[in-house]
Each structure stands twice: as structure tokens, then as C-alpha cells.
């Protein structure tokens, strides 16, 4: 079973072949043209999608050394996400399968997330608590099956990506800010500023990261008006900590809950090195097993989008005709 992937939700161009569940391909181009906007600019990353779809499908096709007429499947992000992304793979994707008379799988963006543990380890077993946490999202997920899971809580406000890029923007770090982050933050006292831990202790998985970076900014300016240095790697350090520690604490408390041992974290922000260390040791003590996928399928990739088509087609579900429509539903640029 061959089954060609197509992931374009936001500034990644992505294609992916699996071939009978093992990935041969995962090419990820990812667009630097929104840094110096401090944001995604959503015309400048649905027209470089454009530019790079077309060598992208078959850069992944050549690197799995199969064709396009040797695919049985194929899979595509219809949301969330920009839409005129979404609009550029959907678009291939419809062309492609009509083209070529192969069965179309619209896929979920976070279902691939909340999937990719499994993409990891083929072996894990269910029921999981999936954290999926990355710029536009901070979910968890009670997942029961490969295709049954429920949504247990979400953000309230902003993503914790988002968080980790608004604090880098008014740091002046650049963007996406999370990588900087994590890489100052290593180097910084994490005990330096005592930022708040939004909903940390209301008993649900609901989350809300706009209150930390509210006092980010009102902790900068008193720095700024008392004339004094700002030790940008303690900042680093301390929202980071806070950050963690309410993903940590809030997982912990989901899987204690649904009585689950095992846990999988996924999305941009589950690259934080502080992040896999604290649940690491975390999920240890209280004896359960945590699963962090390689960044290439945590990040935003088609080889997960293509994992979900894979495991549909497992339990017999049936391809979708290709007039489905594209569900963007809001989300982050620069403001
Ligand atoms: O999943 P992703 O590639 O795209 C979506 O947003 O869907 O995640 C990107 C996010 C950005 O907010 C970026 O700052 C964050 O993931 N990120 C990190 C790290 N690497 C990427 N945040 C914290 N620490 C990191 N090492
Ligand atoms: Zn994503």
C-alpha cells in the first residue's frame, strides 16, 4: 500500500510516501520569507506553497523511489489553517487524484498531530493522552483507537507556540521565536521572574497562555523605565519554565484522570528540550510511558497526514470525492 502525503496548512510545504505504514519519504521545505514580519503573512505563504508543491511531490516521490501512478492512495490536509494554504494542497492533491484516478483521504490537521506517537511506534497501544502543542494549537486528547479520540481541552486564548512567539518578538528575537527560546532559556535562570501559570491548578485541560505574556510585557517596560538591562535569557529561562510546567502539569493530571499510562506529545512546541525533559522524568515518576516523536514528525509534516489516510484505510474506511471543501477556521498571522 502506497499512500502519497500532502501537508500545506500554514508555511510548511510538505509531501510524504509511507509504503505499507513505513515512511520513505518526508521532505518539509519550510518558508523563511515571513521572519523579518515577525509572523506568517498568509499571501506570501500561499504563494510560495504555489512555487514549491510541484518539486516538493516529487522530490518525496523520488526519494521513496515509486511514481505517482504506482500510489494507491492519497492524503491531504483540508484544516485548519490558512486558506489560501490549504486552498494550494487541496488543489494538487483533487488535480492529482483525478488525474491519475486514485482515492483522495481529506485529513484533520490535529488528528495527524494527536496521531504522529503512533507514527513513531507502530507497537504503542491505546487508550493514550496526546498533547498536541504547536503555534496555532494547545490540545490534549483522550485517544481510545486509530480512529476514535476525544478532545478533553484546548486554549482558551493563545497556543503556547503563539506565546513562545509574541515573548520573542518583543524580546527581539526574531521568528518563530520558540527555538530561541529554548535555546536561551538553557542558558538563563528559570527562577529569575515568577510568571503566571494560566488555569494551572482549575482541576481541567483547558489552557491560557495570554495572562504570561501580558505580564511578559508589563515586566519589560518596568525593566526599560528603571533604565536596567534586560537579562534576556533569564526572560527566556522563566517564561519557558512557566510555559512547561503548566503543559507538564496539566498532561500529568489528564492521564491520572482517564486512569491512561500512556502519553504523547507532538506539534512544534513538543521539540522544547526543556519541555521532553520535564515530561520525561514527569511521566517516569508517576510510571508511565512517554512517546516523543522524531522533529521531523512533530513539526508540521505530511507523513503524519499520510498515517491518518493509512490507518482509515486499515479499519476499511472509504476515500472522500474530491469536492470536499477546505475548513480553514481562524487563525494566527501577525497581529
Ligand atoms: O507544529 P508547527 O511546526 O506549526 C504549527 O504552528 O502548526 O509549530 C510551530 C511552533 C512555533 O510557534 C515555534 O515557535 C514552536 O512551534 N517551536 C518551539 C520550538 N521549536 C518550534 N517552541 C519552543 N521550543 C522549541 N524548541
Ligand atoms: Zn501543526
Redesign the pocket.
Known amino acids: 500500500m502506497i499512500i502519497l502525503g500532502i501537508e500545506t496548512?500554514?508555511d510548511?510545504t510538505s509531501s510524504a510516501v509511507l509504503i505499507d505504514g513505513v515512511v520513505r519519504s518526508n521532505i518539509i521545505s519550510s518558508q523563511t520569507i515571513h521572519t523579518t514580519y515577525g509572523g506568517i503573512v498568509p499571501e506570501l505563504a500561499s504563494r510560495e506553497h504555489i512555487k514549491g508543491i510541484g518539486p516538493i511531490v516529487r522530490a518525496a516521490l523520488r526519494e521513496a523511489s515509486t511514481s505517482i501512478e504506482d500510489v494507491d492512495a492519497i492524503a491531504v490536509t483540508y484544516g485548519p489553517g490558512l486558506a489560501g494554504s490549504l486552498l494550494v494542497g487541496t488543489h494538487f492533491a483533487k488535480g492529482l487524484a483525478l488525474m491519475y484516478d486514485k482515492p483522495l483521504y481529506p485529513v484533520h490537521h490535529i488528528e495527524a498531530?494527536l496521531y504522529s506517537g503512533y507514527l513513531e511506534d507502530s507497537r504503542l497501544g491505546y487508550p493514550s493522552i496526546s498533547l498536541v502543542v504547536?503555534?496555532?494549537?494547545t490540545s490534549i486528547f483522550h485517544v481510545t483507537s486509530p480512529v476514535d479520540y476525544t478532545v478533553l481541552g484546548s486554549t482558551c486564548d493563545d497556543a503556547a507556540?503563539?506565546a513562545?512567539?509574541k515573548v520573542a518578538k518583543m524580546l527581539g528575537l526574531g521568528y518563530?521565536?520558540?527555538?530561541e527560546?529554548?535555546r536561551r532559556g538553557c542558558l538563563g535562570d528559570s527562577a529569575a521572574f515568577d510568571f503566571p501559570r494560566g488555569l494551572m491548578h482549575d482541576g481541567t485541560q483547558t489552557f491560557s497562555f495570554s495572562g504570561l505574556k501580558t505580564s511578559v510585557r508589563r515586566t519589560l517596560e518596568l525593566l526599560k523605565s528603571q533604565q536596567r538591562e534586560i537579562p534576556i535569557n533569564d526572560v527566556c529561562a522563566s517564561v519557558q519554565e512557566a510555559i512547561v510546567d503548566v503543559l507538564v502539569h496539566k498532561t500529568l493530571h489528564a492521564a491520572r484522570e482517564y486512569g491512561v499510562r500512556i502519553i504523547s506529545i507532538s506539534?512544534?512546541?513538543s521539540?522544547?528540550?526543556r519541555l521532553r525533559t520535564v515530561m520525561q522524568k514527569k511521566a517516569q515518576d508517576h510510571g508511565m510511558q512517554l512517546v516523543t516523536p522524531q522533529i521531523g514528525y512533530?513539526?508540521?509534516n505530511a507523513a503524519m497526514i499520510a498515517h491518518v489516510a493509512s490507518m482509515r484505510i486499515a479499519h476499511g474506511v472509504h476515500a472522500s470525492a474530491p469536492s470536499f471543501m477546505i475548513s480553514p477556521k481562524a487563525m494566527r498571522t501577525t497581529s
Open positions: 496548512s500554514c510548511d498531530h504547536s503555534g496555532g494549537h507556540g503563539e513562545f512567539d518563530p521565536g520558540g527555538p527560546i529554548d506539534g512544534g512546541v521539540a522544547n528540550s512533530c513539526v508540521d
